[in-house]
């Protein structure tokens, strides 16, 4: 069990839904990321939250939509998305000092666009 | 343009057969350089991190080593539980992790 929880682990969606991903971190940082994950391709960042205020967007499109209400939960709310969209979801928290602090990894939510 | 490229895509090892993976970086100005493994259906978990040219970590069968362009994994008598896929990043900036796409390591029984 990892201090990174994530929900749902599983979505199945279709174009038209909206639909929310949750993170929750118990590892007291301060930090928190969204990275997508596709076959065959490095992991990509999405957005980084630091002491709660969005520092990263690495132009995602708009039909993804970070919320990061403390320093322990982090959403990504979904909307109008694509088949490209399909992929793992991974959440991941570190202790912001800077510079050169490990990120945990969350589990991640698989999502499948129909 | 920070850069990460890990070598080889994958391998395959017969247990206690030793070698190593590979990960060149270019990046400017080097905060950290990290190693993780990754298992099917799950999240990225954190082995390492180098900090600086010559510096070495070491966790039971693996050890990490530092150049000022590449890093290595190594993995001394390996056994099947070692199969994973080994993630390689560095650290751009105060939070961004730029990653390789990894190396797909099978031991074999």
């Known amino acids: 069990e990892t201090g990174v929880t994530q929900t749902p682990r599983h979505l199945v969606m279709g174009m038209t839904n909206k639909k929310s991903l949750k993170c929750e971190q118990h590892?007291?940082?301060?930090?928190m990321y969204w990275y997508k994950q596709s076959a065959k391709k490095p992991l990509e960042l999405m957005f980084v939250?630091?002491?709660?205020?969005?520092?990263e967007n690495n132009s995602v499109p708009s039909r993804f939509s970070p919320e990061c209400p403390n320093s322990s939960h982090l959403f990504l709310h979904l909307h109008t998305l694509q088949p490209e969209d399909s992929a793992l979801y991974l959440c991941?928290?570190?202790?912001?000092?800077?510079?050169?602090?490990?990120?945990?990894f969350g589990d991640g939510t698989r999502l499948s666009i129909l | 343009e920070d850069q990460v490229t890990q070598s080889p895509e994958a391998l395959r090892l017969q247990e206690g057969e030793s070698s190593s993976l590979n990960c060149s970086y270019t990046?400017?100005?080097?905060?950290?350089l990290f190693w993780y493994r990754q298992d099917p259906g799950k999240g990225p978990e954190f082995l390492f991190t180098?900090?600086?040219a010559g510096e070495e970590k070491e966790k039971e069968r693996l050890k990490a080593t530092l150049t000022k362009k590449e890093s290595f994994l190594h993995i001394t008598a390996p056994k099947p539980e070692d199969s994973a896929t080994y993630l390689c990043?560095?650290?751009?900036?105060?939070?961004?992790?730029?990653f390789g796409q990894g190396t797909r390591l099978t031991i074999n029984p």
């Open positions: 990043a560095v650290q751009q900036g105060a939070q961004k992790l730029v």
């Open positions: 180098l900090y600086s």
């Open positions: 939250y630091s002491l709660e205020e969005r520092v």
């Open positions: 990046v400017s100005g080097l905060r950290g």
């Open positions: 590892l007291g940082h301060n930090a």
């Open positions: 991941a928290s570190s202790q912001d000092q800077g510079g050169g602090q490990p990120q945990h």
